[in-house]
Antibody
Framework: EVQLVESGGDLVQPGGSLRLSCVASGFTFRNHWIHWVRQVPGKGLVWVARINEEGREKNYADFAKGRFTISRDNAKNIVYLQMSSLGVEDTAVYYC???????????WGPGTLVTVSS | QSGLTQVASVSASPGQSITISCTGT?????????VTWYQQHPGTAPRLLIY???ERPSGISSRFSGSKSGNTASLTVSGLQAEDEADYYCASYTSSYTWVFGGGTKVTVL
């Protein structure tokens, strides 16, 4: 069974940093791109970043550039999202998703909540 | 990176059909056939309904269909059922090597 499970969400002060993890299982992890998508509770989905199979190609939404870093460890089946200089606007549920079919995210994790507040 | 434009809400009675539009630009929806649609029920993660504009993943009902004309993609849900009440999001690959979502459409089954 394909599974993605995020962790690392927490309450953090403005200006702080946080590292999210996405642990994958049930499929050949190294064969798939992985994306991060976030959602402010009650609001819409927003694409954050993606990483290719080998971890060499990374792309970011404009708001994430320079503050967020996506990486992966194919030996451990984990994708990370390192976030820094966090602001209240970064408060959201963060999902990781597998790019399974032509840029379609066919499996998602349950999400992890990041709250940025003083 | 502006989001794709979706109508905020749509409502219809059981058995009817609805169509949700998703308008972008030549740099995203109009330029690529990488349009996807997701369904999200409250408190749950999104579920992939459509990829490549009109392809359905295994297990997705044929009541869901997708199309595209120019810069606008559409999702049609036919034979509306109570369990179709959810939020629906379109997404597209963009010329900036990024992805963009629509603002979401809340579907209400009357």
């Amino acid at each position: 069974e394909v599974q993605l499970v995020e962790s690392g969400g927490d309450l953090v002060q403005p200006g702080g940093s946080l590292r999210l993890s996405c642990v994958a299982s049930g499929f050949t992890f190294r064969n798939h791109w992985i994306h991060w998508v976030r959602q402010v509770p009650g609001k819409g989905l927003v694409w954050v970043a993606r990483i290719n199979e080998e971890g060499r190609e990374k792309n970011y939404a404009d708001f994430a550039k320079g503050r967020f870093t996506i990486s992966r460890d194919n030996a451990k089946n984990i994708v990370y999202l390192q976030m820094s200089s966090l602001g209240v606007e970064d408060t959201a549920v963060y999902y990781c998703a597998r790019d399974g079919v032509a840029f379609g995210y066919d499996y998602w994790g349950p999400g992890t909540l990041v709250t940025v507040s003083s | 990176q502006s989001g794709l434009t979706q109508v905020a809400s749509v409502s219809a009675s059981p058995g009817q059909s609805i169509t949700i539009s998703c308008t972008g630009t030549i740099r995203d929806v109009g330029g690529y056939n990488y349009v996807t649609w997701y369904q999200q029920h409250p408190g749950t993660a999104p579920r992939l309904l459509i990829y490549n504009v009109h392809e359905r993943p295994s297990g997705i009902s044929s009541r869901f269909s997708g199309s595209k004309s120019g810069n606008t993609a559409s999702l049609t849900v036919s034979g509306l059922q109570a369990e179709d009440e959810a939020d629906y999001y379109c997404a597209s690959y963009t010329s900036s090597y990024t992805w963009v979502f629509g603002g979401g459409t809340k579907v209400t089954v009357l």
